[in-house]
């Protein structure tokens, strides 16, 4: 079983910026455990946003490319997702979300590949 647990949310206004963490525990997590960051925006569908895979891969929804930087920190178990110039349609509740050994080089990671998730951090951004 694996824990993971999701901080550094908060207001802020467009063009702003936060780092959003995300700390894995549990005794069957393992530092090549493919990783990714979720958004749940008012009235849509869960999208992923960006992932990181087993050999460190990392890709971008199109419409945060240039602004978010996924990355993990192996010896704190965190994941982290830099988020840049934000917009008003950043606003969501943003997710963590870890699954087994997967390389995924050119493309998101899918909801399927993922078998544990955390519990939500809330970002919302003012224009």
């Known amino acids: 079983q694996v824990q993971l647990v999701e901080s550094g949310g908060g207001s802020v206004q467009a063009g702003g910026s936060l780092r959003l963490s995300c700390v894995a525990s549990?005794?069957?997590?393992?530092?090549?455990?493919?990783m990714g960051w979720f958004r749940r925006c008012p009235g849509k569908e869960r999208e992923g946003v960006a992932s990181?895979?087993?050999?460190?891969?990392?890709n971008y929804i199109d419409s945060v490319k240039g602004r978010f930087t996924i990355s993990k920190d192996y010896a704190k178990k965190t994941l982290y997702l830099q988020m840049n110039n934000l917009k008003p349609e950043g606003t969501a509740m943003y997710y963590c979300?870890?699954?087994?050994?997967?390389?995924?080089?050119?493309?998101?990671?899918?909801?399927?590949?993922?078998?544990?998730w955390g519990q939500g951090t809330q970002v919302t951004v003012s224009s």
């Open positions: 990181i895979d087993s050999d460190l891969n990392t």
């Open positions: 549990g005794h069957t997590y393992t530092n090549y455990f493919v």
């Open positions: 979300a870890t699954g087994g050994y997967a390389i995924w080089r050119t493309s998101l990671i899918p909801e399927a590949a993922y078998s544990s």
